[in-house]
């Protein structure tokens, strides 16, 4: 058989999309009742409190609290993230804790494009919002040596844009050619916060803190290569020896990791930032109807975000939207990105053959879901 062609029987495949796409359906729902930290101890009940979604447009990874044997796995299915030194957050069981990491050596990598031949989150490299609520423990012991947070790691190792702490209590953005500006906003120790890094085409970049910038990003993200190749991400360290805290001192938690495929505009991250804490369990989650009301709620939120009375001049960007500006539909994107990770992920033998087949089956999946 040659490398490039890969036969598989449809009545199996027809059925494992079936089982993807009914997982899809109940994380969507359980994303879509997530309530962003405003108050560290705020009530946490589904809903709470809630008066806008969390946009699962565009999402194609979550990493909640499904962590065992250093994976922590994705909900949607796709690349699980490895952690080092890392443990369950919560004792419950309830899956909902997210991770807690340790000291020196303790942090989580998302892959990239270093996953291998099979890239899920190639997107990345052009455009993606990465999302995570975070609670910083111990304050770092060294005062000239910010910790990492969060952040973008490139192939030749150096950070293209990410967030990290200082032993002054002040964030820091560390951007591709240059810091992100002063450091003037502060943080405090046990209290939960919610920060995204934005990036936008080859030369836009931003990182929030509680639906506020932080630095002076936007302009700052340079790359030496257009695009640049990202490695992976980064969560709760980057595995340096500047990670200054004992061994056993719980120095970070970090929870509802999210990923887009595209770039989120500074009106949504604002608005979801005023949500009050809310996690519900996994095995309260339910698909709230079906494909309908999946592509109802598609476009109420297509409606608010691009309305000239509620986005301002600068949440807009003037980059084209690499990653989703096609001629599908945001329901088909998001259809295909996650089908070719499943079906990749079956078949993947790190010489790309399985692509060239699977299309059919994977319009094949895609109009079968449409038409639900």
């Known amino acids: ?59 194609v990874g979550y990493l909640a609290g499904s962590f065992a044997e250093g994976q922590w796995k994705d909900e949607y299915l796709g690349v699980n993230a490895t952690v080092m030194s890392g443990e369950l957050a919560s004792t419950e069981g309830t899956g909902n804790g997210g991770v807690r990491f340790k000291g020196r050596g303790s942090w989580a990598e998302w892959p990239v494009s270093k996953q291998g031949q099979n890239q899920r989150y190639h997107f990345a490299n052009y455009n993606f919002t990465l999302m995570a609520t975070v609670t910083i423990h111990a304050v770092p012991e060294a005062a000239n040596s910010p910790i990492p947070l969060l952040g973008v790691r490139l192939n030749d190792s150096t950070v293209l844009l990410g967030l990290s702490y200082t032993k002054d209590r002040q964030w820091s953005v560390l951007c591709k050619g240059g810091n992100g500006g002063d450091r ?4 405090e120790l046990n ?8 990036r936008e085409g080859d030369s836009q970049g931003s990182v929030y803190v509680d639906g506020q910038r932080v630095g002076s990003s936007q302009a700052a993200l340079q790359c030496e290569t257009k695009p640049c190749t990202i490695s992976h991400f980064y969560i709760g360290g980057d595995g340096g020896v500047t990670e200054g805290t004992a061994s056993d001192v719980n120095r970070v938690t970090v929870t509802n990791v999210l990923l887009y495929n595209r770039p989120l505009g500074g009106t949504e991250i604002s608005a979801l930032h005023m949500r009050k804490v809310s996690i519900p369990a996994p095995e309260d989650a339910k698909p709230q109807g079906g494909g309908s009301a999946r592509v109802q709620e598609t476009s109420s939120n297509h409606a608010s975000d691009t309305s000239p009375q509620t986005v301002p001049e600068s949440a807009l960007s003037s980059t084209p939207h690499k990653a989703v500006a096609t001629e599908r539909r945001p329901l088909e994107r998001e259809i295909e990105t996650k089908i070719v990770a499943q079906l990749e992920d079956k078949h993947a033998d790190g010489c790309g053959g399985a692509k060239q087949v699977l299309l059919p089956l994977l319009l094949l999946g895609v109009w079968a879901f449409a038409a639900l």
């Not at 796409?21 to 994303?31: I, L, P």
């Not at 003037?184 to 943080?187: D, E, F, G, I, Q």
């Open 1 to 59: 058989m040659s490398e490039g062609l890969y036969l598989a029987h449809l009545t199996e495949q027809l059925e494992q999309i079936k089982k993807v796409v009914k997982t899809w359906k109940e994380v969507d729902a359980r994303v879509k009742q997530l309530c962003l930290p405003t108050e560290a101890g705020a009530a946490a009940s589904p809903g709470a409190g809630c008066n806008k979604a969390v946009p699962t447009e565009g999402l």
């Open 184 to 187: 003037t906003s502060t943080w």
């Open 191 to 198: 209290k939960k916060y919610h920060v995204a890094i934005v």
